[in-house]
């Protein structure tokens, strides 16, 4: 759900960077610190249901991410 909350500038600005410095993004961030808040336990994982059933894409080695082919 998106919706528009006013905190005082120097707020954002440390809550923001808190978040770069782990890594997260403001969303994550917020979500996590009303979480805690609320004393609501977080999900075990944000990833889509789908995920479960079918997995995630497995990573590009290096080596193999050029779009040419070599025929």
Known sequence: MKTTIEIPDALFRRAKATAAGEGKS??????EAVAAKLGVREEASQ????????????PIPS???SNQSSD
Do not use: D, N, Q, S
Request: net charge negative.
């Open 26 to 31: 403001l969303k994550e961030f917020v979500t």
């Open 47 to 58: 990833e889509p249901p789908w995920m479960g059933a079918f997995g995630g894409l497995a």
């Open 63 to 65: 080596g193999e991410r």
